[in-house]
């Protein structure tokens, strides 16, 4: 049976509740996982199912058992029991139709197999006005032996009266040394590496799970020695070379391959996340000239000489640009598109 790290994501007190909750036999009908992206919120939440679901739950209903008729079925897909909603691959929210045929289809029934029937909603946030209004009708008379978790990268989009019908559970950001350690006990990577990704990932464990995966840390550096060289000789002024650069490195690759929108979305995002870090460093060390609050520490002179070459205006400029392509691509601009807006 696939085992999640729970160390991995560290979030011990968490855990610690929830587990609680299942060995006490009180298990709230709606619970709202909040905290930023990366910290494997989503993780946590189909082990907590797990948990629910196992018929012989071990280590003091620590651990599923992987053993039990809902273990294996759970492993293998075919549990009718948990629910799972998420934004469709085509679209950016979750509307009321795709509501109606999940989660109506779910509720009609009580329990077949098991005790309880579990529903993650992912991304819950993203909900439309009208579905949201129809799960909080279930909420507030909830069916008997449901459970509901419900996953937000922000908390404080939703109302008042959804957050106050649910048991609300933060997940904290990791401490750079907390996922450096990690990186480099799980992943074996060398330290300045893990070091690197820590800082960029800003504490948030999984993104920089996604960068090794995505082989972002190695584009990385190409992306960002490309674009100190263009910075430092100001020719892109002239002729959008990194445009170019960026389109015939990245893009027309992905282009080749048969990969999703989904993930070369990701992918960019990633790519302008780099990009920002690397700005908001340019203009730290503008102000302060201090590399003690650095992100992006391998590229530190480089760094310094652009620094003594663009105004803090020119650099607050990149900043907005770049901030203003990540919105674009957010509200579902093609992602061919981004890359000609950052430097106009
Ligand atoms: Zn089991």
Partial sequence: ??????DLYNQPKTIEFLVNSLRHNRLAHSYLFSGVEGLGKLEIARYFVKLIQCLNPKDDYRTPCGECGNCRKIEQGIFVDNLEIDIAEDKTTISIDQFREELGKFLKYSANESRYKTCIINQFEKTREEAMSAILKTLEEPPKNFIFILI????????????????????REQTLEQVESRLIKYYNLDKPKARTLALLSAGRIKTALSYIESDIYNQRVLLLEKLSK?????????NHCFYNFIAANFLKADKESDGKLK???KKIMYLLDIILHFFRDL?????????????NIDFEKDLKKLSENYSQLEIQKFIHNTIYCEKLLYFNVN??????NIFL
């Fill in 283 to 295: 203009l730290v060390i503008k102000q302060f000239n201090d590399k003690r609050f650095i992100l």
């Fill in 263 to 265: 993930d070369k979305r």
């Fill in 230 to 238: 263009i910075l430092l000789e100001k020719s892109f002024f002239e």
């Fill in 1 to 6: 049976m696939s085992e999640i790290n729970l």
């Fill in 152 to 171: 937000t990268g922000n908390v404080n989009q939703l109302k008042q009266t959804i957050l106050s019908r649910c048991q609300l559970i933060k997940f």
């Fill in 335 to 340: 992602p061919n598109m981004i890359f000609e």
